[in-house]
């Protein structure tokens, strides 16, 4: 123990940059954070950025472990700190006569936009106050920056109601007939600031903290206490970051953008994020701070001359109104994206004409402009196709994947606000993110409205098809987060009156209401009444010439779970290279069929059953005459009959007259067999390769009409499919045996009579610990294995997968599965009974044929498994077989190291 203690008593946790000093750079975001990472990265190649300090990640997780404190070691190095930055600046903390301003700010690993608490304007109090208003000449400024500094400590650090503040200050313009926070005088924000701090004593019943040093360590406190706030914990659940990462906390000599007409603060992207088109990108506010353009509440102006002569903007953009600024600003861009080579997201500030760097990060974009950033920075020169296929995220592909506004729909537009995040959404009004939570969980489409979002707002945003709001810019909190999510959001739509208490929004003299049909579009901005017809994408351009380099570098196949003709083009339009698993139970329901199944059901003896076989047969063998003309020359995994009988009969009463009378038996005689054939846990019941052992016959049917329908094909087009007839939940080698004996009997039959053969596989879906364990012996019958993941995780965790969501969403949040297990595969579990039966599998037949078919089939992470174990393929729903397509690439790129 003395050991340990000593070595984290001399655990160094502050790391400085600025002023010639880096103590860290880009390779330690791990402990930096990405912001503190890039800011010692920033000042080490030369750039303006402010001095500063950052405490590490790994005191985060101290101050959690030990019980929200600080120890006094880390008290000397923030000590330290500051006097690194006031011996830079030529300010002290807390000076009264020209007082050091510090900005406090989280920063994780990865971006986690709005989701954390930052500070500004700190080390402000009655007495510093003056002597910044002379320092720097301007009594207007000082006590902006104050009132700015009481309102966000308040909220942040104090967890005072936001709302009071922002009402005082909402009144304080009223009163003088100001529409805008600039127009208010020194000494209007003089008075307003004693009303501030008359609310702070009201309702926390002592006064507001005159002390910097207690201001500092309170705000520090606040920003790793953010890291687990409500906001923080959704956004890590949505974003798959781990909870034990924590954040850094970033301490950074303040620079002003609200010291006049020459001063102005900025969020830019040296690509378009949207579009992914190479121009630059961004918003900036004059005589402002940063958290005025992020948070929304004023609504920027433009970056460049020719963004806002493309809008029709009136205000001057940045290029216009301070050019020189914006000359040596876009240098930087060039510089950035060059040393980082990846577009960037920066932060700025102008103070009085000089400009100075507050972040870069890798920014956050589109799937088509992650798509198109990533092969035009190869054609660049910039990185290489290896590295362009490992920029795109698979998972993001989804946003291309889907139907966008058809454009000669009719569209009845209410307004329109700038086009945050593409694409298209229609569905209900709601003024929450609590209601859009709730009635998207019932199932309904919801279209999110609010004034401006916020961090709380997290849920609701990520339950609904799409965010309006009423202010704020296209590098504000809906835009980002919308963006990173994949929702279309349009922005500052700036005609839209909302009510949140009455629940309605108002424009143009139009009322819309709670419930009411609205869709936005997400790339013009429009909003419109009701709903508007879609059109499906066309997955070229980037997006094909991406796919070209990701087919030549991955090795996994690739194939999807499709049983209609259908799927099966969807499937093969997205480069599916054949059917993984087709579900033959899906055809058995058909409303044509279905009385010919429960005739089968209800026979007495092998011969009714077979008689009423005979009625499915043509109907089964033209299904599979659909379905191998779309597949023609690929193989295609059939599974025979895998659920319970009784899952054919009808449950409810009123059911059974109408169901007696279309089989041709009485009420009681159906009633009786349904109650024989019940079962108290049927997934582990009479289903799957059980029923082909007591009823043979069904499977020899089924066989039949593959076999049959593959030769139709092969006659007609000349190119056979390849069906590979999978025997569902086997146990034990037996079991595939007989029902290998089955199928093989059956083609010998098909084939004798037709005069023709066509190459076919028998294997199994693993889907069974058993099974697996036993792979090596099941593999002397079977000629593929396929794990059935979604069955063999329940059968594995002993969890069911329609009842965990019920409490698997706390497992997660607690650490006890790092990711839901029926989303991504559990590897220490059932990915190790799949790396056993692959070893065991092979060991007996080395060529033997492997891949997946669950809905694991389309998770990046599982994908990246597979291709650690050394399957032959995946299998992914259709519209998942783009992104299967790019995981399995850059699980290919990354095995090679």
């Given at each position: 123990m003395a050991t340990a203690a000593k070595t984290q008593a001399d655990e160094r946790y502050v790391y400085r940059f600025g002023g010639g000093v880096s103590d860290g750079g880009s390779g330690d975001k791990n402990l930096l954070g990405g912001k503190g990472a890039n800011l010692a990265e920033m000042a080490s190649i030369g750039l303006p950025v402010p001095p500063g300090f950052t405490i590490s990640t790994a005191m985060c997780t101290r101050y959690y472990e030990e019980g929200e404190t600080f120890p006094e070691s880390v008290r000397g190095e923030v000590a330290a700190g500051i006097v690194h930055i006031e011996g830079i600046t030529g300010k002290k903390f807390g000076d009264a006569s020209d007082p050091l301003l510090v900005s406090v700010r989280s920063g994780a690993r990865v971006s986690m936009p709005g989701m954390m608490d930052t500070v500004l304007n700190l080390g402000l109090n009655d007495e510093t106050v003056e002597g910044l208003a002379s320092a720097s000449g301007d009594e207007r400024f000082a006590w902006d920056s104050y009132r700015r500094f009481i309102q966000m400590y308040s909220d942040v650090v104090l967890g005072l109601d936001h709302g009071a503040f922002e009402e005082a200050l909402e009144v304080a313009k009223e009163d003088k007939g100001f529409t805008l926070d600039t127009e208010l005088s020194a000494a209007d924000l003089k008075a307003l600031v004693a009303e501030f701090k008359s609310l702070v004593e009201e309702q926390q019943g002592a006064p507001f903290p005159q002390d910097v040093h207690d201001q500092l360590w309170g705000a520090v406190g606040a920003v790793f206490g953010s890291w687990q706030s409500d906001r923080a914990k959704v956004y890590r659940r949505l974003n798959d970051i781990p909870g034990s990462w924590g954040t850094a906390v970033n301490v950074q000599a303040m620079v002003f953008g609200n010291m006049g007409d020459t001063s102005a603060t900025g969020v830019a992207f040296t690509r378009d994020p949207s579009t992914g088109h190479n121009a630059y990108y961004g918003e900036f506010l004059i005589n402002a701070q940063g958290e005025d353009v992020v948070a929304g509440i004023r609504t920027p102006q433009y970056l460049t001359k020719a963004a806002r002569e493309d809008a029709g903007a009136k205000p001057l953009s940045m290029e216009e109104a301070l050019p020189e600024a914006y000359t040596e600003l876009a240098a930087v861009f060039d510089r950035l994206e060059r040393h980082y080579r990846d577009m960037q997201d920066i932060e700025f500030t102008v103070q009085q004409g000089k400009l100075w760097m507050l972040q870069t990060r890798s920014g956050k974009r589109t799937a088509k402009a992650a798509l198109k950033i990533a092969v035009d920075m190869a054609a660049e020169g910039l990185i290489t196709r290896d590295e362009a296929i490992l920029r795109v995220d698979p998972q993001a592909l989804d946003q291309l994947l889907h139907p966008t506004l058809d454009p000669s729909a009719a569209r009845d537009v209410l307004t329109?606000?700038?086009?945050?995040?593409?694409?298209?959404?229609?569905?209900?009004?709601?003024?929450?993110?609590?209601?859009?939570?709730?009635?998207?969980?019932?199932?309904?489409?919801?279209?999110?409205?609010?004034?401006?979002?916020?961090?709380?707002?997290?849920?609701?945003?990520?339950?609904?098809?799409?965010?309006?709001?009423?202010?704020?810019?296209?590098?504000?909190?809906?835009?980002?987060?919308?963006?990173?999510?994949?929702?279309?959001?349009?922005?500052?739509?700036?005609?839209?009156?909302?009510?949140?208490?009455?629940?309605?929004?108002?424009?143009?003299?139009?009322?819309?209401?709670?419930?009411?049909?609205?869709?936005?579009?997400?790339?013009?901005?429009?909003?419109?009444?009701?709903?508007?017809?879609?059109?499906?994408?066309?997955?070229?351009?980037?997006?094909?010439?991406?796919?070209?380099?990701?087919?030549?570098?991955?090795?996994?196949?690739?194939?999807?779970?499709?049983?209609?003709?259908?799927?099966?083009?969807?499937?093969?339009?997205?480069?599916?290279?054949?059917?993984?698993?087709?579900?033959?139970?899906?055809?058995?329901?058909?409303?044509?069929?279905?009385?010919?199944?429960?005739?089968?059901?209800?026979?007495?003896?092998?011969?009714?059953?077979?008689?009423?076989?005979?009625?499915?047969?043509?109907?089964?063998?033209?299904?599979?005459?659909?379905?191998?003309?779309?597949?023609?020359?690929?193989?295609?995994?059939?599974?025979?009959?895998?659920?319970?009988?009784?899952?054919?009969?009808?449950?409810?009463?009123?059911?059974?007259?109408?169901?007696?009378?279309?089989?041709?038996?009485?009420?009681?005689?159906?009633?009786?067999?349904?109650?024989?054939?019940?079962?108290?846990?049927?997934?582990?019941?009479?289903?799957?390769?059980?029923?082909?052992?007591?009823?043979?016959?069904?499977?020899?049917?089924?066989?039949?009409?593959?076999?049959?329908?593959?030769?139709?094909?092969?006659?007609?087009?000349?190119?056979?499919?390849?069906?590979?007839?999978?025997?569902?939940?086997?146990?034990?080698?037996?079991?595939?045996?007989?029902?290998?004996?089955?199928?093989?009997?059956?083609?010998?039959?098909?084939?004798?009579?037709?005069?023709?053969?066509?190459?076919?596989?028998?294997?199994?879906?693993?889907?069974?610990?058993?099974?697996?364990?036993?792979?090596?012996?099941?593999?002397?019958?079977?000629?593929?294995?396929?794990?059935?993941?979604?069955?063999?995780?329940?059968?594995?965790?002993?969890?069911?997968?329609?009842?965990?969501?019920?409490?698997?969403?706390?497992?997660?949040?607690?650490?006890?599965?790092?990711?839901?297990?029926?989303?991504?595969?559990?590897?220490?579990?059932?990915?190790?009974?799949?790396?056993?039966?692959?070893?065991?599998?092979?060991?007996?037949?080395?060529?033997?044929?492997?891949?997946?078919?669950?809905?694991?089939?389309?998770?990046?992470?599982?994908?990246?498994?597979?291709e650690s174990v050394g399957l032959d393929y995946v299998s992914a729903s259709p519209y998942r077989v783009p992104i299967a397509r790019l995981a399995a690439a850059q699980a290919a790129l990354k095995a090679r190291g």
């Amino acid at each position: 123990m003395a050991t340990a203690a000593k070595t984290q008593a001399d655990e160094r946790y502050v790391y400085r940059f600025g002023g010639g000093v880096s103590d860290g750079g880009s390779g330690d975001k791990n402990l930096l954070g990405g912001k503190g990472a890039n800011l010692a990265e920033m000042a080490s190649i030369g750039l303006p950025v402010p001095p500063g300090f950052t405490i590490s990640t790994a005191m985060c997780t101290r101050y959690y472990e030990e019980g929200e404190t600080f120890p006094e070691s880390v008290r000397g190095e923030v000590a330290a700190g500051i006097v690194h930055i006031e011996g830079i600046t030529g300010k002290k903390f807390g000076d009264a006569s020209d007082p050091l301003l510090v900005s406090v700010r989280s920063g994780a690993r990865v971006s986690m936009p709005g989701m954390m608490d930052t500070v500004l304007n700190l080390g402000l109090n009655d007495e510093t106050v003056e002597g910044l208003a002379s320092a720097s000449g301007d009594e207007r400024f000082a006590w902006d920056s104050y009132r700015r500094f009481i309102q966000m400590y308040s909220d942040v650090v104090l967890g005072l109601d936001h709302g009071a503040f922002e009402e005082a200050l909402e009144v304080a313009k009223e009163d003088k007939g100001f529409t805008l926070d600039t127009e208010l005088s020194a000494a209007d924000l003089k008075a307003l600031v004693a009303e501030f701090k008359s609310l702070v004593e009201e309702q926390q019943g002592a006064p507001f903290p005159q002390d910097v040093h207690d201001q500092l360590w309170g705000a520090v406190g606040a920003v790793f206490g953010s890291w687990q706030s409500d906001r923080a914990k959704v956004y890590r659940r949505l974003n798959d970051i781990p909870g034990s990462w924590g954040t850094a906390v970033n301490v950074q000599a303040m620079v002003f953008g609200n010291m006049g007409d020459t001063s102005a603060t900025g969020v830019a992207f040296t690509r378009d994020p949207s579009t992914g088109h190479n121009a630059y990108y961004g918003e900036f506010l004059i005589n402002a701070q940063g958290e005025d353009v992020v948070a929304g509440i004023r609504t920027p102006q433009y970056l460049t001359k020719a963004a806002r002569e493309d809008a029709g903007a009136k205000p001057l953009s940045m290029e216009e109104a301070l050019p020189e600024a914006y000359t040596e600003l876009a240098a930087v861009f060039d510089r950035l994206e060059r040393h980082y080579r990846d577009m960037q997201d920066i932060e700025f500030t102008v103070q009085q004409g000089k400009l100075w760097m507050l972040q870069t990060r890798s920014g956050k974009r589109t799937a088509k402009a992650a798509l198109k950033i990533a092969v035009d920075m190869a054609a660049e020169g910039l990185i290489t196709r290896d590295e362009a296929i490992l920029r795109v995220d698979p998972q993001a592909l989804d946003q291309l994947l889907h139907p966008t506004l058809d454009p000669s729909a009719a569209r009845d537009v209410l307004t329109k606000g700038l086009p945050a995040s593409p694409g298209a959404a229609s569905g209900a009004a709601v003024f929450d993110a609590d209601t859009a939570e709730k009635w998207a969980a019932d199932g309904k489409a919801v279209i999110l409205l609010r004034t401006e979002t916020s961090p709380e707002d997290i849920h609701g945003m990520h339950a609904a098809k799409g965010i309006l709001t009423a202010r704020g810019g296209m590098t504000s909190h809906a835009a980002v987060v919308a963006r990173g999510m994949g929702r279309p959001c349009v922005s500052g739509a700036g005609a839209l009156s909302i009510d949140n208490k009455a629940k309605t929004a108002r424009v143009g003299g139009r009322e819309v209401k709670e419930g009411d049909l609205l869709t936005i579009d997400g790339a013009t901005g429009e909003v419109m009444a009701g709903e508007v017809a879609t059109i499906q994408p066309e997955l070229a351009g980037d997006f094909g010439t991406l796919m070209v380099w990701a087919d030549e570098v991955r090795r996994l196949k690739v194939r999807a779970n499709a049983e209609t003709p259908l799927d099966c083009r969807t499937a093969r339009d997205f480069g599916a290279e054949g059917v993984g698993l087709c579900r033959t139970e899906h055809m058995f329901f058909e409303a044509d069929r279905i009385t010919a199944v429960r005739q089968m059901i209800l026979a007495e003896d092998e011969a009714g059953r077979r008689a009423a076989l005979e009625k499915l047969l043509p109907e089964q063998r033209s299904d599979f005459q659909a379905i191998f003309e779309v597949m023609a020359g690929l193989p295609v995994t059939v599974r025979l009959l895998d659920p319970p009988l009784h899952e054919f009969l009808p449950h409810e009463e009123a059911e059974f007259a109408e169901v007696a009378t279309a089989a041709g038996v009485d009420v009681d005689t159906l009633k009786r067999r349904a109650g024989e054939l019940h079962e108290f846990n049927p997934m582990l019941g009479h289903r799957g390769c059980r029923l082909g052992v007591t009823y043979p016959e069904i499977y020899e049917v089924q066989a039949r009409a593959i076999f049959e329908a593959a030769l139709d094909v092969a006659e007609k087009s000349g190119e056979a499919p390849i069906p590979e007839i999978m025997i569902p939940l086997v146990a034990t080698k037996r079991e595939l045996e007989l029902m290998k004996a089955v199928v093989d009997r059956t083609a010998k039959a098909v084939f004798d009579e037709r005069g023709k053969t066509v190459e076919y596989l028998v294997g199994t879906m693993i889907e069974l610990p058993r099974a697996a364990l036993r792979a090596g012996e099941i593999a002397e019958a079977g000629e593929f294995f396929s794990f059935g993941t979604n069955d063999l995780t329940q059968t594995t965790l002993g969890v069911s997968r329609d009842d965990a969501g019920r409490f698997l969403g706390s497992y997660v949040e607690q650490g006890i599965y790092a990711k839901d297990p029926f989303v991504s595969i559990d590897v220490e579990g059932v990915g190790e009974l799949i790396r056993l039966a692959a070893e065991r599998g092979r060991a007996t037949r080395p060529d033997i044929k492997l891949g997946i078919c669950g809905e694991h089939g389309g998770d990046p992470a599982s994908i990246a498994f597979c291709e650690s174990v050394g399957l032959d393929y995946v299998s992914a729903s259709p519209y998942r077989v783009p992104i299967a397509r790019l995981a399995a690439a850059q699980a290919a790129l990354k095995a090679r190291g």
